[in-house]
């Protein structure tokens, strides 16, 4: 098979699966971007969640973080708090408001898996792990052009 041919249909499934996730995401989150999102889950499941773990994570920089926590703040989907051991640290909890977010973005992911993975169901175990393996070699490198 013609690896051009390859290369040309994986580009129109990422273009597709993009343009699904983005439909998807402003159906289910009209008022927040994927950063915020984003934001919301990493402090619902982190201890302790401040700018530094945030930036981190979510891998963009310490002001845009800034911004993202203090709309978070305004819009009451985040509070902010210090600890007894260190008042000068501040870090974010979910409110009522954030963790309806939390929860339902937890909620479709688990449902996107849940549809998602019947496609495996067409290969059996062979076919599987050449897939895996091609999956596992196109993520090295990604990761090494992004060094």
Known sequence: MNNELMLK??????????????KAF???????NINEVHAIDYIG?????????????LKITKGAVTK?????IANEYLSLYQTEENKKEKYFSLTKKGKEIFIKHETLHMEAVKRDK???????????????RF?????????????
Request: charged content about 35%; hydrophobic content about 35%; glycine content about 0%.
């Open 26 to 32: 402003l159906d289910n989150y009209s008022n927040l």
């Open 118 to 132: 019947k496609i495996f169901e067409y290969f059996n175990e062979s076919e599987k792990k050449v897939i895996f």
């Open 68 to 72: 993202i926590t203090k709309k978070l």
């Open 9 to 22: 249909k994986l580009m129109e499934i990422y273009q597709l699966y993009t343009e699904f996730n983005e």
């Open 135 to 147: 999956l596992d070699i196109l993520k090295k490198d990604f990761d090494q052009k992004l060094k």
């Open 45 to 57: 499941r982190t201890e302790r969640a401040n700018v530094t773990k945030i930036t981190e994570h």
